[in-house]
């Protein structure tokens, strides 16, 4: 991601990419694409973000989900290439989500494959 812009990349590959300055300017390596798990989702989710008019894209804060104490252990993490979940380090990757957006941690809470307490869980 340069200057806002986001890149999307699978096995070294551009799969898409959409400028956060330009409105409607999403490129998509379709063959790629269609090889990755999710990616209509994923389709679905760019091409809304490129529609999205430029002040709305505002900076959303974030939080950690802290599942146990655990020291630096206990936090969840998504794969998102394969949607599953993970309870370990902060640490986050290209394809290791750690960080929630509060409408992600709501998403998250109606997910049936994740049991948790959320009334349990602490957002840092």
């Given at each position: 991601m340069k200057n806002g812009d986001l890149t999307v990349t699978y096995k070294n590959m551009l799969?898409?990419?959409?400028?956060?300055?330009?409105?409607?300017?999403?490129?998509?390596?379709?063959?790629?694409?269609?090889?990755?798990?999710?990616?209509?989702?994923?389709?679905?989710?760019?091409?809304?973000?490129?529609?999205?008019?430029?002040?709305?894209?505002?900076?959303e804060n974030k939080h950690y989900a802290k599942i146990y104490d655990g020291g630096h252990l206990g936090y969840l993490k998504i794969n998102i290439l394969t949607g599953k979940m993970m309870v370990v380090s902060v640490r986050e990757t290209n394809f290791i989500k750690t960080k929630f957006t509060d409408k992600e941690i709501e998403q998250l809470k109606q997910r049936d494959d994740i049991p948790l307490d959320w009334d349990k869980v602490r957002f840092e």
């Open positions: 799969v898409a990419w959409f400028k956060n300055n330009k409105i409607y300017l999403f490129y998509n390596n379709k063959n790629c694409l269609k090889k990755m798990q999710f990616c209509n989702n994923l389709y679905a989710t760019l091409a809304e973000l490129a529609m999205t008019t430029l002040d709305k894209r505002l900076k």
